[in-house]
T-cell receptor, first 115, second 112 residues
């Protein structure tokens, strides 16, 4: 059974048209992450939620926003997509406890095309 | 200097070969270490966690050297299905959070 689910798997949007990507998890993990991955590059962390606490990476553009309404769901909003935002967007979860951190579980990703 | 560095390869090896990848990290506050495998146009999947004592899972062996700040992955008896990109991930403690930091990945091609 899928543990980290991303919808949609493929998204085509027009230049400047807002788009929302969703992620849900059945693992009850307290940490959720959003990554952007372009071809032949490592995943680039955009932001993460540690429980309800939002942590933005310093170089994440303001064009990218996120919401986590509850433990299970997390959304990535791209307010005005540009051609350079075309990429695979990966959601991941992990748990932390008592000063330890654990491995991440990734969703299958959403491939975003900007026309 | 990048926080996590890997040789991008590609490593092109015949079936049955033994191949080793190294990964170095610069932040001594690094706390947890992992190898992930990523197939083309798929998500990364955990291959192994890396423990201080070293660990083995079938044909795969991972080692951690904290003093020299590097992690290694050894694949014995390579199979065609091992062809993928192998990502080194280091969890770095930053402001009370654990930030997974990826290397750029090492590409492995196993040929007949």
């Amino acid at each position: 059974d899928a543990m980290v689910i991303q919808n949609p798997r493929y998204q085509v949007t027009q230049f400047g048209k807002p788009v929302t990507l969703s992620c849900s998890q059945t693992l009850n993990h307290n940490v959720m992450y959003w990554y952007q991955q372009k071809s032949s590059q490592a995943p680039k962390l955009l932001f993460h939620y540690y429980d309800k606490d939002f942590n933005n990476e310093a170089d994440t553009p303001d064009n990218f926003q996120s919401r986590r309404p509850n433990t299970s769901f997390c959304f990535l909003d791209i307010r005005s997509p540009g051609l350079g935002d075309a990429a695979m967007y990966l959601c991941a979860t992990s748990r932390t406890s008592a000063g330890s951190s654990y491995e991440q579980y990734f969703g299958p990703g959403t491939r975003l095309t900007v026309t | 200097r990048k926080e996590v560095e890997q040789d991008p390869g590609p490593f092109n090896v015949p079936e049955g070969a033994t191949v080793a990848f190294n990964c170095t990290y610069s932040n001594s506050a690094s706390q947890s270490f992992f190898w992930y495998r990523q197939d083309c146009r798929k998500e990364p999947k955990l291959l192994m966690s890396v423990y201080s004592s070293g660990n083995e899972d079938g044909r795969f062996t991972a080692q951690l050297n904290r003093a020299s700040q590097y992690i290694s992955l050894l694949i014995r008896d390579s199979k065609l299905s091992d062809s993928a990109t192998y990502l080194c991930v280091v969890n770095i403690v930053t402001g009370g959070s654990y930030i997974p930091t990826f290397g750029r990945g090492t590409s492995l091609i196993v040929h007949p």
